[in-house]
């Protein structure tokens, strides 16, 4: 699926169909499952948003990787960040 960004934190596809409410429920599904029988006095400040967000950037970056075919000056252009930031998140997530 090719998705482009119209606006500030909007996502279209190439029909211009937002894509927003998708990326929303996405994050809402991962909520639940991570929530599910969990005792939440035992989960740390902050602890589900940043899974959550771990949990995205880990996907965005093995699918901008797979579609740029290991190119990471090429990545890191389309996602938006330099080269080296790039290589800190592909080393924080074990992906270099």
Known sequence: ???RL???GQLTDKQ???M???LEQAAFDAADILLEGQDLTNIPPLGIYQAILDEAKRGMLRRV???TRGNQ????ALMGINRTTLRTLLKR???L
């Open 65 to 67: 990787m797979r579609a």
């Open 6 to 8: 119209a606006t500030a």
């Open 16 to 18: 211009g169909t937002m």
């Open 93 to 95: 997530f074990g992906m």
């Open 1 to 3: 699926m090719h998705v």
């Open 73 to 76: 000056s090429h990545a890191a």
């Open 20 to 22: 927003k409410s998708s």
